[in-house]
């Protein structure tokens, strides 16, 4: 991983753990957001709310449905 990629995956970490509760160090780019960190529905809006507040991207409803994976929203936030 490059290190802007190291930097994004850290700034994700943080923000599933302070909104979901989740260990940073769980948040890996394989994990499911579903099945393997056990997140919801609304825990990934909030997730997806924080992030965009935080680093000022958008992020559609229309994107978010395709994300399964810690990986699938480091590729939407790059």
Do not use: H, N, Y
Not at 41 to 63: C, N, Q, R
């Amino acid at each position: 991983m490059s290190t802007a990629e190291l930097e994004r995956l850290s700034l994700l970490s943080e923000v599933v753990e302070k909104v979901a509760g989740v260990a940073a160090g769980e948040v890996r780019p394989e994990r499911s957001f579903i099945e393997d960190l056990g997140l919801d529905s609304l825990a990934m809006v909030a997730v997806v709310f924080t992030l965009e507040e935080t680093i000022g991207v958008d992020i559609s409803e229309e994107a978010l449905a395709g994300v399964k994976t810690v990986q699938d929203l480091l590729e939407l936030i790059s």
